[in-house]
T-cell receptor
Framework: RKEVEQDPGPFNVPEGATVAFNCTYSNSASQSFFWYRQDCRKEPKLLMSVYSSGNEDGRFTAQLNRASQYISLLIRDSKLSDSATYLCVVIFNNAGNMLTFGGGTRLMVKP | GAGVSQSPRYKVAKRGQDVALRCDPISGHVSLFWYQQALGQGPEFLTYFQNEAQLDKSGLPSDRFFAERPEGSVSTLKIQRTQQEDSAVYLC????????????????FGPGTRLTVL
């Protein structure tokens, strides 16, 4: 079983839709949580950090549930430019700053 | 300013050939990471340097993989006797500070080297 798991998708949604991704992690001793975005044939880029209290950045909302060991990302009012792979990332305790990635969830927003 | 750069961007190797992949981190960044990303998968950690010291090489898949960062800046990932299963994108990332900081220090990724072993 992978340490960080995501539904690979693809999620095909129309413009303007709201879409949510979940991610589960296996190690309760986890320190930090993030969502990264990766465009096709490009490098991953940090989208946002995830905090227990939940955090919002424009159309994007991230939430962490430590008790259930899952992380979510909600995208409202989807744009064509949101089409990408979204990577759930965890830093486990005592792992320094080593990032553990999920397999990614692919989102395709259609006109 | 300049980001992380990697070269070559693409490499095709015959099985059994040795390859060397280069990473130029952001100037002044202490930490440097190598990740391997297979097709359709998320990146997986290979190794970590803090300045010139290789502090973690637990992700290197075999002793055919070797990494160095002799002067604490540029790093090279070498793969000896390449096999087809080594085909992947090799990503390098750097961050400003080293371990021991309580808050996350963002890792900036390079564009990767796409290695294809025939």
């Amino acid at each position: 079983r992978k340490e960080v798991e995501q539904d690979p998708g693809p999620f095909n949604v129309p413009e303007g839709a709201t879409v949510a991704f979940n991610c589960t992690y296996s190690n309760s001793a986890s320190q930090s949580f993030f969502w990264y975005r990766q465009d096709c044939r490009k490098e991953p880029k940090l989208l946002m950090s995830v905090y227990s209290s939940g955090n919002e950045d424009g159309r994007f909302t991230a939430q962490l549930n430590r008790a259930s060991q899952y992380i979510s990302l909600l995208i409202r009012d989807s744009k064509l430019s949101d089409s990408a792979t979204y990577l759930c990332v965890v830093i486990f305790n005592n792992a320094g700053n080593m990032l553990t990635f999920g397999g990614g969830t692919r989102l395709m927003v259609k006109p | 300013g300049a980001g992380v750069s990697q070269s070559p961007r693409y490499k095709v190797a015959k099985r059994g050939q040795d390859v060397a992949l280069r990473c130029d981190p952001i100037s002044g960044h202490v930490s440097l990471f190598w990740y391997q990303q297979a097709l359709g998968q998320g990146p997986e950690f290979l190794t970590y340097f803090q300045n010139e010291a290789q502090l973690d090489k637990s992700g290197l898949p075999s002793d055919r993989f070797f990494a160095e960062r002799p002067e604490g800046s540029v790093s090279t990932l070498k793969i000896q006797r390449t096999q087809q299963e080594d085909s992947a994108v090799y990503l390098c990332a750097s961050s400003l500070v080293g371990r021991g900081y309580s808050s996350y220090n963002e890792q900036f990724f390079g564009p990767g080297t796409r290695l294809t072993v025939l």
